[in-house]
């Protein structure tokens, strides 16, 4: 159990500290890109590009972070309604509800990024299979948690977060 | 029988506390399932395509703008600002509350973070001075309702990029109604403070106005950035948003110095986090999207809705009606995302202005942010004000009402919108 | 019956949509009624680079993209897009339903895709909002968007313009608001995306030939027995003669209305010389990339082919 939630603190930090050199990378391409074009006339052509591979990852580890902390945006209040007995039986159907679409997306995003490994995009030359990669990773992380989560329920309802 | 599918297993899986975005993609897998087209593919491609978009980076530089500048002294400045030019007046707090709601709307694209702001800021001054507290509570949750709507929004450019409609008309669309918004909440405090017996401030100077004048200026000078910048075709909403994260970061940590390195790294981590929150569900509704056009199902309400698109008013109004009441048990974003890819194409045939309707869609969602059961501002501002939801409710009612007579009039007469937008764009 | 899905990424009345429809139709004739074609227009399913890779993995049966887009997946297809190498539409049939263009459709074979013929998007011009472009020199300084794709980055910054690499669904507000000056696009595009209201000058550059490419799903393909596969096929030659007239048809009439949107001029052959020479540098560099054969090929195919 101890175990279980250190792992998880740590990931949740190496993800966010990816995240933010993601999103730093991201202003800072686009914002010399709007400088360069006013200033100088120039632009560097990667930098849509670039920013969208970066903002693809952001998205998809971002998202794993928020499931572990729980933070997906979702409507408890039916939830409250219902008789305490009932709710560890919900939480685990509830769980394997998002299992599924995590495992649809490792087993998806696994077959896209072979298909998509050596097709290029056009500016950078990177593999456009590095968009689904980002998916690939995101499946398998949330599916371990979600798996954990079915044997061992957390409390799923223990702090609805509202963000916008 | 296909909208029957849709709409039960969407709603079935939140109701039973699925969270909303992989709710949308249990919608489409079984869309899938009833179309005979059960593939993962399909989820993992639109998921990644649904996240994988330009325009969309707005997103995140709006709200690392949004988030540095409360937490870098902006936000702060502001108030102290409205505080010296209107706190004098009767039941001036209140006033301080709708003009600083207005400043930080064109400052931030997030509701839930300007209600956040203003109310820790200026519920316990006004508890303090005997205001009623429902009341004081349920002015700041209509005042940061506002954010949506004036630009930059974040709500709008979700619409413009589900909907097809120029991001860059959609903020300049939003700066009267927004105001409007504003002249609605004035007019409701004048007259409810006319008779109470309130404490109010001591007149500030015109050297300590001066003063607030100045301090605050940094703050204020980035609407005219943003909205002058997007005008005069400087740069894209894209970019207008990094423009608007570098000076935000720049005034925070340079010029009012109160973001240090560390400081502005936790804004960054979380700036990114819900960054991933709202795109992993834009992401996921692009799934839904999907299968909703392969199954035709906008067609099918089209057909529904055809009797009305004769009469554009009338059907404004139908689908005012809608969004109403599915705002009201859905939040913001989500309802935008299920519903934009359904609407638009009744919406064009029946020849409605889709920049008008973008407005429309995102006010009258943003109202659903202040009503009962499920309301985020309502939440906010019972969490950070400590106080009963019901006190917050009846504390809010009588400003959601006015802002649903304020929708029916822009039902009425869509000009009030258009004209100003068109000169805009001019 | 079988249900096959077909997205375009273009509006209903741009003639990528209006050869789709067509192709359903006949697709369904000829098949009398065993597959039915349902088309998906305006990207709606997704741009060109998301459907083609639908179709990869089966979750598509059609498109039509750019050879710009198929460029990803075999570089070779760069070569249909180099500037200035067609004189005119009957120039590029020729060329592209000779042996080397039909060589280049199956290159395709092993990417899970099966190329049905070349379509036409058309010649593309240039429109802009600061001047009528009539020499080299009016290209100077021009901040022009471009799709994102290298060679095209390059051949306007050779031009001595500002290249501004950017997706398509942002275009309309860019040019509105003159965060960029100029684009160009096919008149049918011009027209379909309503470019006219915010750009007030055309200039007849003709600079390149955009190709479209009709494309099957490979796994789709499998599904069908031999007979339909063959109709599919039949279908595909078809349309291509309905998908070429209509999209030179409507080139001319819409060249017709644009004018009255818009100032139009004639680039003179001397200019366009000029602006050829000055990227011959370029094309050299561009083709060295690609392969050797296939170059040579295509270089005999455009002289055999020319003036016919
Ligand atoms: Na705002
Ligand atoms: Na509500």
Redesign the pocket.
Known sequence: MAVAERLARVTEQCLSALMVAALVTMIVLVFVNVVLRYGFNSGISVSVELSRFLFVWVTFLGAVVALLKQQHLGVTTLMALLPRAVLPWLERLVTLMMLGCALMLMVGAYKQTLLNWDNLSPISGIPVGVFYLAGLITGVLMSIVLLYRVFVPSNLFAEPAGEE | MTITLFIGSLLGAIGLGVPIAFALLVSAVVLMLHLDMFDSQILAQNLVNGADSYTLLAIPFFLVAGEVMSRGGLSQRIVTLAMSLVGHRKGGLGFVAIFAAIIM?????SAVADTAALASMLLPVMRKAGYPLGRSAGLMAAGGII???????IPLIIIGVAGGISISKLFLAGIVPGLLMGVTLVVMWLFMTRKEDLVVAEKATWGERLKALRESFWAILLPVIIIGGIKTGIFTPTEAGVVAAVYAMFVATLVYRELNLKQLYEVLGLAARSTAIVMFLVAAAMVASWLISIAQLPMMVADLLAPLADNPRLLMLAIMGIVLVVGMVMDLTPTILVLTPILMPIVKIAGIDPVYFGIMFVLNCAIGLITPPVGNVLNVITSVGNIKFEKAVSGVFPFALAYVGILLLFVAFPQIIIAPMQWLAN | GITARMGTSLPEEHPQTLGARKFAELVEQKTQGEVEVKVFSGGMLGNDVNMTSMLQAGTLAFTVPSTATLASLNGNFSIVSLPFQFDNEAHADAVLDGEVGQSLLRSLDDKGLEALAFWENGFRHLTNSRRPVETLEDLQGLKVRVMENNLYIDLFNTLQANAVPMPVNELFTALETRTVDAQENPYTVIASKRFFEVQPYLSQTAHAYDALVLLASAKFMDQLDESQQQAVREAAREATLYQRQVSRELNGTLLQELSDQMQVNAVPEAERKQMRESLAELIQRYQASLDQDLVTRFSQALDASRGQ
């Open positions: 709307a064109s400052l931030s694209g954010a949506p709507i004036i630009p930059p929004s």
